[in-house]
């Protein structure tokens, strides 16, 4: 769930599938659309399940975020740090097609296929994994997203598939 915070900001409430709801808070008062959002809908999308929201469903907690409900397990530190270090590169591209896809939506451009070859290609030897249809699809939740962001004060809904998460 996305929330409106004060000031333009949001924090994502992001429920587990281990009963514990984290607190993602975003500093995005500069954007209109919160970076986190673009994370979460370019990720499901491109089915990053190393990327942030991947690596938070596998059991990584980020610095800035704070347990607001539930238990966390007896070897949560370490099973975080072990996702994160693991996800290294995956957090990399995640933040990579993120950015790309959320200045796209944010400044209402055309879909970035350019621009996400380029950041793959910055990234990565390997040819790029993603069709255009790929992209257009990330482009297009991502402004679908926005919208509805725009167009109530009421938390957004965000649907995370139990399968995308970070190899353990």
Known sequence: MFHHVPRGESAAWIHRADGVVLVLPSYSRKW???HD?????????????GGVFG????????DNMRVAEGRPRHDAKARSAKVLRTAKRSIGVAEV??????????????TPFEQAREGWGALAQDPFPWTDADITRATDALRELDGQWQAS??????????????DR
Request: charged share 25%; hydrophobic share 50%.
């Open 97 to 110: 097609m993120a950015g790309v896809v959320h200045e796209a939506v944010e400044r209402r451009l055309a």
């Open 37 to 49: 959002l673009a994370h979460a809908a370019v990720e499901r999308e491109l089915r990053l399940g």
């Open 153 to 166: 004060p009421n938390p957004l809904e965000f649907d995370w598939p139990d399968s995308l998460r970070a």
């Open 55 to 62: 690596c938070i469903a596998a059991g990584a907690v980020f």
């Open 32 to 34: 209109r659309v919160p």
